[in-house]
């Protein structure tokens, strides 16, 4: 037979086109990850079809009826080393293909692209630096690094690609990351995996990989409002965090200008790089990461601001590059000297939001 | 002494003892002789001990980590404990240990009312530790230390308004931040010294039992197994405590 | 030459015993308050086949809501309270007392050539827990059921749902103890009440097997002890170390939890395995092939089982080195598993090998652990795991093991000791159906749980995308055949105790002490102590034995 019929050839690419044993590869690591897979799958094969093997063929050819006495053997000292030393090869090459991969998987590139995920009971609420904001739906680009900056707003979650092979735990309290480069334009399966509550099930999306043109008109097309910087800013002014972190010489706060990336020297004598995660927890948890040569009266923002709001606080400040910047944001809103006064003295006191200028105009 | 050694004696001491009948009448029917019930009765209540040593592992852990992420709190609600009745509790329990060790031999050399009075002195001794648990419970319940029931942080916030302690330690003010979490150091406090007083609570229940059997003759005839292990088991629960009180007592005390 | 090693006596003249462990005493008091480690296996057996089949018709309700892609048969909440259900009765009050609780019980201090286990009093209280769990676990369901899933995720538990959480994890804690104290009994037994002549290495495989489940029974239950504790008290005074509010961390409930939880996955197969070797040597008539090694082995996955819990958070936030710490000692884990299936493979080479019951679920069980064994190691793999975990993927994964192995080797060491246990045979016809038909069940319902992992379908979803039916479909097919599988040994095993073969001594004709008594045992199990002179597995001492009773008949 030198040619499969016509026929059964519709019929089988039909059949795999229906039911596909596995997700389509829509990321640059998608075939990786199915590399190793299908690797998996054949050395699993071989294993399953040489005990298979064994147990039937010896189960024919030394049942009772063939092989009336047993005989007496009590091991081989060759064969357990063999059947040592081979899976456990097999299994450390799984291993070092698999930590290769998963390191590759959560060691986002420097250019990669953030996206913030804030996950809650029970949809995901996707919001673009520009300040687009999506429901249950993430827009993207093919051939362009995303980096994904997950937390949840209440229990555990997962947010889960099966397209991209990429999955990430979405835990309340602490950021966690996953990154991926889409490489086919598409609609894809966007799940929550971790079981959290009631509509569990419900938690599910798509992911909507366009062309870079295509991408860059959804972009103007849906952007509404102002971008995630816009949005810290606002929130900076607001929750009076100039009153302490401002240009001033003796300010009480550390100035915040190109603070996002730096290495901190804290209170301590740890250094830390302030990334995502230690600005967020700078904001929440201030007395564990007060800077070096500061006091520690910053008061915790804990259950004033969502995690949205510490998003776009963040977002406003990996933007804030210049002193010049700072200013703007400063000049627009003012404070009042008597309140001023007041969030210097009493420690854990909240400082009152300012009661003229008020949010003030804040320039683009 | 070692398994096949017992199980050597074990039949030697079948065969001495003869048919089924001649044994002590408090040898249980599925052992073979007297030492291997000793013995294997011993070995399971050492296995017991070490599943309780697990048991309070998870609770350690929990505190080891929580202590490391927020030592300043943990050293400001350490100071608040009060460190006149965590040591007398301390040498009440040492000292619960040394009657329960003289009962032990009481029991070993058949002194019958030697053993009563050491085991009473024991209970007495258990329920101090647990009056002076009460009054230092009670204490935190005034001062509104109890976390999640009645909890302030003001004493943390500004520590001069608790003079005795600011006195002894002169701690700074801590941050509303970290001020909070000395909550968690209360959480876990009272989480480590209730579980522990749950086993003191069971110790000393089956020491009303004890006393009530020695005072029978149960354990002065030869078979002081019984005693031997709720030894093992009491020294546990005092060892758990000498792991408890510096933990929690003794955060940064110096000066 | 017949193609069964049956050696039953003549049915004409046989009876049964009339002193045995059954006939000793009768009256409930007698049974209720009894000592008697036989008696205690048989309260066990039917505890947990009462509780087994409340699992699996929780499970009927599960593979019926998912018969169609939307959540149309139960509202979701319903749906979230039955798929718990289901993980905690069948994890808490089937799977892990299953072969140590019933078989383990049984047969143990007579594989050691005892009277009874060291500390029969521990052993009743050891099932007056598990009672009292169970009834505390029904409660639960019966007055709103519990929706957190089997893991108790925080801080979904303490802070997120109004279900019965504190009973349920009161009921686990319960069950945890009774789990505690039988493995403590069984440690004890086997160090001090070996008979004269057991050395260690003359011990059944079964033995061993058991000491390590018991190992980590004792040492890894208590984590989880503290660890419901501390939900509990979370969820009542509103403060607790898992709540990022507070300063605590839900990850830390991961690392305690999942402390426990992974080596109760060992100590579920361990005991199956024990079970599995025993069933294949007397249906080879051969002594397992590296007796050595499979002894070792059995200790080196409950050693080793202590050091790999993170491998279920790989994707949870923990740093990428702590993974790969976690993913090579998973890797190491499997190695011991893949040791003993070659092994009892080759204890088939040149044997003499006839296909009862036993060692039909025994060839079932070599099959389906090598599948769920190796899919292990897929997840094992943090690459891979990526993609596969939290899919249905890993619900395939452990019920191969679970249920592919743990279950068949538990019907394969029921079927093997029933005759010693009841004096009686089953029938073998219709055991032998059950028993492919179990197996055809189990592979119809769980294969394409693998495809659907693959193609992403997350667990613990009432509902699914279409495209995820037709597989969801062939499962609950299979899963229709499979409880037909399991309803039919009921049936016939509560048949067998009027209507069965009178079995004799030792109707499989195997080596253990246990199969050298009456059928079933005297209370005592020996009228004296025997004394071991031969190795386990000793066919050739058995040969003897055998020639020496004819020749005395006579």
């Given at each position: 037979?030198?040619?499969?019929?016509?026929?059964?050839?519709?019929?089988?690419?039909?059949?795999?086109?229906?039911?596909?044993?596995?997700?389509?590869?829509?990321?640059?690591?998608?075939?990786?990850?199915?590399?190793?897979?299908?690797?998996?799958?054949?050395?699993?094969?071989?294993?399953?079809?040489?005990v298979?093997?064994l147990v039937v063929?010896f189960s024919?050819?030394y049942s009772k009826?063939?092989h009336p006495k047993a005989v007496q053997i009590e091991g081989s000292?060759?064969l357990e080393?063999?059947w040592?030393?081979?899976?456990?090869?097999?299994?450390?090459?799984?291993?070092?293909?698999?930590?290769?991969?998963?390191?590759?998987?959560?060691?986002?590139?420097?250019?990669?692209?953030?996206?913030?995920?804030?996950?809650?009971?029970?949809?995901?609420?996707?919001?673009?630096?520009?300040?687009?904001?999506?429901?249950?739906?993430?827009?993207?680009?093919?051939?362009?690094?995303?980096?994904?900056?997950?937390?949840?707003?209440?229990?555990?979650?997962?947010?889960?690609?099966?397209?991209?092979?990429?999955?990430?735990?979405?835990?309340?309290?602490?950021?966690?990351?996953?990154?991926?480069?889409?490489?086919?334009?598409?609609?894809?399966?966007?799940?929550?995996?971790?079981?959290?509550?009631?509509?569990?099930?419900?938690?599910?999306?798509?992911?909507?990989?366009?062309?870079?043109?295509?991408?860059?008109?959804?972009?103007?097309?849906?952007?509404?409002?102002?971008?995630?910087?816009?949005?810290?800013?606002?929130?900076?002014?607001?929750?009076?965090?100039?009153?302490?972190?401002?240009?001033?010489?003796?300010?009480?706060?550390?100035?915040?200008?190109?603070?996002?990336?730096?290495?901190?020297?804290?209170?301590?004598?740890?250094?830390?790089?302030?990334?995502?995660?230690?600005?967020?927890?700078?904001?929440?948890?201030?007395?564990?990461?007060?800077?070096?040569?500061?006091?520690?009266?910053?008061?915790?923002?804990?259950?004033?601001?969502?995690?949205?709001?510490?998003?776009?606080?963040?977002?406003?400040?990996?933007?804030?590059?210049?002193?010049?910047?700072?200013?703007?944001?400063?000049?627009?809103?003012?404070?009042?000297?008597?309140?001023?006064?007041?969030?210097?003295?009493?420690?854990?006191?909240?400082?009152?939001?300012?009661?003229?200028?008020?949010?003030?105009?804040?320039?683009? | 002494?070692?398994?096949?050694?017992?199980?050597?004696?074990?039949?030697?001491?079948?065969?001495?003892?003869?048919?089924?009948?001649?044994?002590?009448?408090?040898?249980?029917?599925?052992?073979?002789?007297?030492?291997?019930?000793?013995?294997?009765?011993?070995?399971?209540?050492?296995?017991?001990?070490?599943?309780?040593?697990?048991?309070?592992?998870?609770?350690?852990?929990?505190?080891?980590?929580?202590?490391?992420?927020?030592?300043?709190?943990?050293?400001?609600?350490?100071?608040?404990?009060?460190?006149?009745?965590?040591?007398?509790?301390?040498?009440?329990?040492?000292?619960?240990?040394?009657?329960?060790?003289?009962?032990?031999?009481?029991?070993?050399?058949?002194?019958?009312?030697?053993?009563?009075?050491?085991?009473?002195?024991?209970?007495?001794?258990?329920?101090?530790?647990?009056?002076?648990?009460?009054?230092?419970?009670?204490?935190?319940?005034?001062?509104?230390?109890?976390?999640?029931?009645?909890?302030?942080?003001?004493?943390?916030?500004?520590?001069?308004?608790?003079?005795?302690?600011?006195?002894?330690?002169?701690?700074?003010?801590?941050?509303?931040?970290?001020?909070?979490?000395?909550?968690?150091?209360?959480?876990?406090?009272?989480?480590?010294?209730?579980?522990?007083?749950?086993?003191?609570?069971?110790?000393?229940?089956?020491?009303?039992?004890?006393?009530?059997?020695?005072?029978?003759?149960?354990?002065?005839?030869?078979?002081?197994?019984?005693?031997?292990?709720?030894?093992?088991?009491?020294?546990?629960?005092?060892?758990?405590?000498?792991?408890?009180?510096?933990?929690?007592?003794?955060?940064?005390?110096?000066? | 030459?017949?193609s069964t090693i049956v050696s039953l006596?003549?049915?004409?003249?046989?009876?049964?015993?009339?002193?045995n462990f059954?006939?000793?005493?009768?009256?409930?008091?007698?049974?209720?308050?009894?000592?008697?480690h036989k008696?205690i296996a048989t309260?066990y057996l039917?505890?947990i086949t009462?509780?087994f089949?409340?699992?699996?018709?929780?499970?009927?309700?599960?593979?019926?809501?998912?018969?169609?892609?939307?959540?149309?048969?139960?509202?979701?909440?319903?749906?979230?309270?039955?798929?718990?259900?289901?993980?905690?009765?069948?994890?808490?009050?089937f799977l892990v007392p299953s072969v140590p609780a019933t078989i383990g019980n049984f047969v143990i201090p007579m594989m050691v050539g005892a009277k009874d286990l060291?500390?029969?009093?521990?052993n009743?209280?050891?099932?007056?827990?598990?009672?009292?769990?169970?009834?505390?676990?029904?409660?639960?369901?019966?007055?709103?059921?519990?929706?957190?899933?089997?893991?108790?995720?925080?801080?979904?538990?303490?802070?997120?749902?109004?279900?019965?959480?504190?009973?349920?994890?009161?009921?686990?804690?319960?069950?945890?103890?009774?789990?505690?104290?039988t493995g403590?009994n069984f440690i004890?037994t086997i160090h001090?009440m070996r008979c004269?002549g057991m050395t260690w290495f003359r011990l059944p495989l079964f033995v061993w097997s058991n000491y390590a489940a018991s190992i980590l029974m004792?040492?890894?239950?208590?984590?989880?002890?503290?660890?419901?504790?501390?939900?509990?008290?979370?969820?009542?005074?509103?403060?607790?170390?898992?709540?990022?509010?507070?300063?605590?961390?839900?990850?830390?409930?991961?690392?305690?939890?999942?402390?426990?939880?992974?080596?109760?996955v060992y100590i579920m197969i361990l005991p199956g395995m024990g079970v599995i070797s025993e069933v294949i040597s007397t249906f080879s008539r051969k002594r397992v092939f590296g007796y050595t090694a499979v002894a070792f082995s059995s200790v080196a996955i409950a050693?080793?089982g202590?050091?790999?819990?993170?491998?279920?958070?790989?994707?949870?936030?923990?740093?990428?080195?702590?993974?790969?710490?976690?993913?090579?000692?998973?890797?190491?884990?499997?190695?011991p598993s893949a040791i003993k299936i070659f092994n009892w493979a080759f204890t088939l080479y040149k044997g003499s090998i006839t296909f009862e019951t036993p060692m039909l679920y025994a060839i079932g069980f070599m099959g389906l652990f090598t599948?769920g064994g190796?899919?292990?190691?897929?997840?094992?793999?943090?690459?891979?795991?990526?993609?596969?975990?939290?899919?249905?993927?890993?619900?395939?994964?452990?019920?191969?093991v679970m249920v592919g192995g743990m279950l068949m080797a538990f019907l394969s060491g029921i079927h093997f000791w029933w005759p010693k246990w009841t004096g009686r045979m089953y029938p073998e016809?219709?055991s032998q159906?059950a028993a492919v038909?179990t197996y055809?069940?189990?592979?119809?319902?769980?294969?394409?749980?693998?495809?659907?992992?693959?193609?992403?379908?997350?667990?613990?979803?009432?509902?699914?995308?279409?495209?995820?039916?037709?597989?969801?479909?062939?499962?609950?097919?299979?899963?229709?055949?499979?409880?037909?599988?399991y309803?039919?040994p009921?049936?016939y095993l509560?048949?067998s105790?009027?209507?069965g073969a009178?079995a004799g001594n030792n109707p499989w004709q195997a080596t253990g002490l246990e199969w050298q008594v009456q059928s079933p045992p005297l209370?005592?199990n020996f009228?004296?102590i025997p004394v071991m002179d031969h190795e386990a597995y000793d066919y050739e001492w058995l040969e003897r034995q055998q020639?020496?009773?004819?020749?005395?008949?006579?």
């Amino acid at each position: 037979m030198n040619h499969i019929s016509p026929v059964i050839w519709q019929f089988l690419s039909h059949w795999l086109h229906n039911f596909p044993l596995f997700p389509p590869e829509a990321s640059a690591i998608a075939p990786q990850m199915d590399a190793l897979y299908f690797f998996m799958v054949l050395v699993s094969l071989v294993g399953l079809t040489l005990v298979v093997l064994l147990v039937v063929g010896f189960s024919i050819l030394y049942s009772k009826e063939r092989h009336p006495k047993a005989v007496q053997i009590e091991g081989s000292t060759l064969l357990e080393a063999t059947w040592t030393i081979i899976p456990l090869g097999l299994f450390l090459v799984m291993f070092v293909w698999g930590a290769l991969l998963y390191f590759r998987i959560y060691t986002p590139p420097a250019n990669a692209m953030n996206i913030y995920v804030v996950g809650k009971q029970w949809m995901w609420k996707i919001e673009h630096p520009g300040g687009q904001h999506e429901i249950d739906e993430l827009h993207i680009p093919t051939g362009q690094p995303i980096q994904l900056t997950l937390i949840s707003q209440d229990v555990f979650h997962s947010f889960s690609i099966p397209a991209f092979r990429v999955k990430r735990e979405v835990i309340p309290g602490r950021y966690t990351t996953v990154w991926f480069e889409a490489t086919k334009v598409g609609t894809y399966h966007l799940f929550c995996t971790q079981y959290c509550g009631t509509g569990h099930s419900q938690m599910i999306g798509w992911v909507v990989v366009m062309s870079p043109e295509d991408f860059r008109k959804w972009l103007a097309n849906s952007t509404s409002g102002d971008s995630l910087a816009q949005n810290g800013e606002r929130l900076f002014a607001s929750l009076s965090c100039n009153a302490c972190h401002n240009t001033q010489p003796d300010a009480r706060g550390p100035n915040l200008v190109g603070v996002y990336g730096s290495q901190l020297t804290l209170a301590n004598g740890e250094t830390v790089t302030a990334d995502d995660a230690y600005l967020r927890q700078a904001i929440l948890d201030p007395s564990q990461h007060v800077t070096q040569g500061y006091t520690p009266i910053m008061p915790t923002y804990q259950g004033q601001i969502s995690e949205d709001g510490v998003i776009a606080l963040v977002e406003y400040l990996k933007n804030l590059k210049t002193d010049y910047r700072l200013q703007q944001t400063l000049n627009t809103t003012e404070i009042p000297p008597q309140i001023e006064q007041k969030a210097g003295t009493a420690a854990g006191q909240k400082p009152a939001p300012p009661t003229s200028g008020g949010q003030g105009e804040v320039k683009p | 002494m070692s398994d096949s050694t017992a199980i050597a004696n074990g039949a030697a001491a079948a065969v001495d003892e003869g048919h089924h009948g001649e044994h002590p009448p408090y040898q249980r029917h599925h052992f073979e002789s007297v030492t291997q019930q000793f013995d294997a009765t011993n070995f399971a209540m050492w296995l017991f001990l070490l599943t309780e040593i697990m048991f309070f592992g998870g609770l350690f852990t929990a505190y080891l980590i929580m202590r490391n992420w927020y030592y300043p709190a943990f050293v400001e609600g350490s100071h608040h404990l009060s460190i006149f009745w965590g040591t007398s509790n301390t040498a009440v329990l040492i000292t619960s240990s040394f009657t329960m060790a003289m009962g032990v031999w009481c029991a070993e050399t058949r002194r019958k009312s030697g053993l009563i009075l050491c085991l009473v002195l024991t209970f007495v001794l258990g329920i101090m530790f647990l009056c002076i648990k009460g009054i230092e419970w009670h204490a935190e319940w005034v001062d509104h230390h109890v976390p999640g029931l009645r909890y302030t942080v003001s004493d943390f916030l500004n520590p001069a308004l608790d003079p005795e302690v600011y006195h002894e330690y002169h701690d700074k003010p801590l941050s509303l931040g970290m001020a909070d979490k000395t909550e968690m150091y209360f959480f876990l406090y009272f989480a480590m010294t209730g579980m522990h007083a749950l086993h003191m609570v069971v110790g000393i229940s089956i020491l009303v039992f004890m006393i009530f059997r020695a005072r029978q003759g149960a354990y002065t005839t030869g078979h002081i197994t019984f005693v031997e292990n709720f030894g093992l088991y009491w020294h546990f629960v005092d060892i758990i405590w000498i792991f408890l009180f510096p933990l929690l007592y003794l955060v940064s005390r110096h000066g | 030459m017949s193609s069964t090693i049956v050696s039953l006596p003549d049915q004409s003249t046989a009876r049964i015993p009339k002193v045995n462990f059954l006939t000793k005493e009768n009256g409930l008091l007698s049974w209720l308050l009894t000592g008697d480690h036989k008696r205690i296996a048989t309260l066990y057996l039917i505890s947990i086949t009462f509780f087994f089949f409340i699992g699996g018709a929780l499970a009927g309700l599960i593979r019926l809501e998912l018969l169609t892609p939307q959540s149309d048969l139960m509202a979701a909440d319903t749906y979230n309270k039955v798929f718990t259900m289901h993980g905690l009765i069948m994890i808490f009050f089937f799977l892990v007392p299953s072969v140590p609780a019933t078989i383990g019980n049984f047969v143990i201090p007579m594989m050691v050539g005892a009277k009874d286990l060291a500390l029969p009093k521990i052993n009743l209280l050891s099932w007056y827990l598990y009672i009292a769990a169970g009834i505390l676990m029904i409660y639960t369901m019966a007055s709103g059921g519990v929706d957190t899933g089997w893991t108790f995720t925080t801080p979904l538990s303490t802070h997120y749902l109004n279900t019965n959480v504190i009973p349920a994890g009161l009921a686990v804690f319960i069950a945890g103890f009774s789990s505690i104290f039988t493995g403590l009994n069984f440690i004890v037994t086997i160090h001090k009440m070996r008979c004269p002549g057991m050395t260690w290495f003359r011990l059944p495989l079964f033995v061993w097997s058991n000491y390590a489940a018991s190992i980590l029974m004792v040492l890894g239950t208590p984590v989880l002890a503290i660890t419901l504790v501390l939900v509990v008290l979370e969820r009542t005074i509103h403060i607790g170390v898992f709540d990022p509010q507070y300063g605590g961390d839900p990850l830390l409930f991961q690392h305690l939890f999942w402390f426990y939880s992974h080596p109760a996955v060992y100590i579920m197969i361990l005991p199956g395995m024990g079970v599995i070797s025993e069933v294949i040597s007397t249906f080879s008539r051969k002594r397992v092939f590296g007796y050595t090694a499979v002894a070792f082995s059995s200790v080196a996955i409950a050693v080793f089982g202590f050091f790999v819990w993170a491998h279920h958070m790989f994707i949870m936030g923990i740093s990428n080195y702590a993974a790969l710490v976690f993913s090579l000692l998973t890797m190491l884990v499997a190695v011991p598993s893949a040791i003993k299936i070659f092994n009892w493979a080759f204890t088939l080479y040149k044997g003499s090998i006839t296909f009862e019951t036993p060692m039909l679920y025994a060839i079932g069980f070599m099959g389906l652990f090598t599948i769920g064994g190796m899919t292990g190691v897929f997840l094992g793999a943090t690459g891979t795991d990526i993609h596969l975990t939290e899919t249905y993927f890993v619900v395939a994964h452990f019920h191969f093991v679970m249920v592919g192995g743990m279950l068949m080797a538990f019907l394969s060491g029921i079927h093997f000791w029933w005759p010693k246990w009841t004096g009686r045979m089953y029938p073998e016809k219709i055991s032998q159906f059950a028993a492919v038909t179990t197996y055809i069940g189990f592979n119809l319902t769980f294969f394409p749980q693998f495809i659907l992992g693959t193609l992403g379908m997350p667990r613990r979803y009432a509902a699914y995308p279409p495209e995820f039916q037709v597989l969801n479909v062939f499962s609950t097919a299979g899963a229709s055949v499979l409880g037909v599988g399991y309803l039919l040994p009921v049936l016939y095993l509560t048949w067998s105790l009027k209507y069965g073969a009178i079995a004799g001594n030792n109707p499989w004709q195997a080596t253990g002490l246990e199969w050298q008594v009456q059928s079933p045992p005297l209370t005592e199990n020996f009228p004296e102590i025997p004394v071991m002179d031969h190795e386990a597995y000793d066919y050739e001492w058995l040969e003897r034995q055998q020639a020496k009773e004819v020749a005395s008949v006579g």
